[in-house]
């Protein structure tokens, strides 16, 4: 059975199910009680779980230290971070301790935290609101970070990453929230954590992309006459390096395509690996597509920025002509 569900609310049904499921589980952060989060993910779930549910402080490092504490000491929480640049303050909470704790106590602890946050740009938010910042937390040993694309993969890579038994950053695209009704497994779903999916099958061109950015890299194969295939990466870290190889080796051409701006961004890390697994099946350098080496911009200039489906069209066609 399955229900038509946004992405908003498919990640509110998984944390209703997880909490049913696990009692030590907890759910906290900036608003996510009373008024049920900025973007309404956790709406009534205080009343549901008036015990395990919590509105925090503005305090993005007590936030994220509180879940270390938490976890290793036999919790789950779940903990969101109101916009995904907001966790900076927050930062060193997570590199030194939530990731290290495993390898720090040799085993003997560790943190079994959820790190929910919308990213990315597409809503005409303020500044500091829309940035993707996935290349830096896949940089952290011990980190896992996930990124869904779709309703029903919120829901599976969530309930994955809350009974992970290590931290996971899970970045929830806000230009998803509310784009579109898919149908949503009930009861238990879990999708595979590091497993990535070819969500289109083709064979002159192969387009990674994640998160926000799939949707729109479908369009742009939709308009294309080329038969191109698409990967959805899903988790960032650890990436599913086997999953790219297997259809660049097929296709013999690739574009990456993310948000983030290009300098140091995921693309270089699957363009590198494309590099040591599949060069000699390359007919063409592989093709990037990002937003550039700026702040985000504010409301006028945020079309401009972020790639979209022409963008990433041009992108295919230059790979291919190549």
Known sequence: MTNELRLVEAIR???????????????????????????????????????????????????????????AYGMTP????????????????????????????????????????????GIRALELHSESFEAGYAHIPGLKVVIPSNPADAKGLLASAIRDPDPVMFLEPTRLYRAMRESVPEGDHTVPLSEAAVVREGEDATAVAWGGMVPETLSAVEASDASVEVVDLRTASPMDSATIVESVRKTGRCVVV?????????????????????????????ERVTGYDVPFPLFAREDAYRPDSERIRRGIERVLSA
């Open 13 to 71: 049904q998984t944390l209703d199910e997880e909490m049913a499921r696990d009692e030590s589980m907890v759910v906290y952060g900036e608003d996510v009680g009373v008024n049920g989060g900025v973007f309404r993910a956790t709406q009534a779930l205080r009343d549901e779980y008036p015990d395990r549910v919590y509105d925090t402080p503005v305090a993005e490092a007590a936030i994220i230290g509180l879940g270390v504490g938490l976890g």
């Open 78 to 121: 779940v903990a969101e971070i109101q916009f995904a640049s907001f966790a900076y303050q927050g930062f060193h909470q997570i590199q030194q301790h939530a990731a290290r704790m495993r390898s720090r106590t040799r085993g003997t602890l560790n943190v079994p935290m959820t790190v929910r946050m919308p990213y990315g740009g």
């Open 258 to 286: 993310h948000e983030a701006p290009r300098t140091g961004g995921l693309a270089a890390e699957v363009v590198a690996r494309i590099n040591d697994d599949a060069l000699y099946h390359l007919e063409a350098p592989v």
